[in-house]
């Protein structure tokens, strides 16, 4: 077995096999179409060609079936920490009845990312991330809302970036994987936001948009389930004066907690991470403006 391009099998043909379909390095291209047709984007001209490789662009990303694109920075640890997280939402979640509470709260974060082998997010890989939004929660979703101005209808992208400082700081336990599923959330949120909104042709209209507020709300509040559920401790690091402050969302010291004290952890993140609270809700998405 001989392993070539980005590690795949190179078989007698001397065809590159991913999975769903083979790739000719002489040819710089697959030899067959993309299967699935709604991968196509019409905001996105590199899409249109089925037979191309990440949109042309191999310098920055990796297609590891022939269908599903990881974003920069997406190596071999990168990728198994994602897939290990995932597994342990999916351990986690059949621990439950399904069609329960707790059973359909870890499912949706499952089928929020969806299937490597099927379009969803665009998961990208990023050491010392610090835009709002990201940090300790280990990670950040960009959603890029693109209106098409003929139809009126909106369209949806989506990437979801990781800190690898956190893969290589926490690959021995579980908070990568709350950190997984907080972004998880933010992903089910913005697509939420996203239902409904339409162009007029002079206007932009996104009757469930959505503040960062509460954005942020449920983002924590899913990432201290998991946690709890999880056993581990989660805990956010702020400078405040020069001084680093250290905020937890969730500590398993604190054993059988009520939901008063849970949402007291919450709100104190959101007001020294995000510097949000009911009084300073932030901007919406998508934003109307």
């Given amino acids: 077995m001989r392993q070539k391009f980005t590690g795949k099998e190179r078989d007698e043909t001397e065809l590159d096999f991913f999975g769903a379909r083979y790739y000719g390095s002489t040819m710089g291209r697959f030899t067959s179409v993309d299967p699935i047709l709604s991968s196509g984007d019409v905001t996105q001209p590199q899409s249109w060609n089925r037979y191309s490789y990440t949109y042309n ?11 599903y ?14 897939r290990k997280a995932l597994k ?4 986690e979640r059949d621990k439950y009845k399904v069609g329960s509470a707790n059973y ?33 929660a280990g990670g950040g979703v960009e959603p ?9 209808k909106v369209k949806l992208d989506i990437h979801v970036t990781f800190d690898t400082r956190e893969i290589q700081g926490h ?9 997984v599923a907080h972004e998880g959330r933010h992903v089910i949120n913005v697509r939420a936001a996203i239902v409904g909104a339409y162009w007029d042709g002079k206007k932009f209209f996104a009757p469930n948009a959505t503040t960062q507020y509460k954005q942020e709300l449920d983002a924590l509040s899913t990432q201290q389930f998991v946690a709890q559920k999880l056993g581990v401790d989660v805990v956010f690091k702020s400078v405040v004066s020069g001084h680093v402050v250290e905020t937890p969302l969730y500590q398993r010291s604190w ?10 952890a919450v709100n104190n993140v959101l007001g020294t991470q995000y510097n949000l609270s009911k009084d300073r809700q932030g901007t919406k998405f998508p934003s109307t403006k």
């Fill in 171 to 179: 690959k021995n336990d579980d908070y990568f994987t709350t950190a």
């Fill in 144 to 152: 890029n809302a693109v209106i098409d101005r003929k139809t009126g």
């Fill in 255 to 264: 054993g059988k907690v009520d939901a008063m004290k849970l949402r007291e």
């Fill in 104 to 136: 359909k709260k870890f499912n949706n974060i499952l089928l929020a990312y969806g299937k490597e082998d099927a379009p969803g997010v665009t998961i990208d890989f990023k050491a010392g991330v610090t835009a709002a939004g990201y940090g300790d």
């Fill in 57 to 67: 662009n191999p310098m920055t990303q990796i297609d590891i079936y022939g269908l």
């Fill in 88 to 91: 342990n939402l999916e351990t």
């Fill in 69 to 82: 694109v990881w974003g920069v920075g997406a190596g071999d640890e990168e990728k198994e920490a994602f």
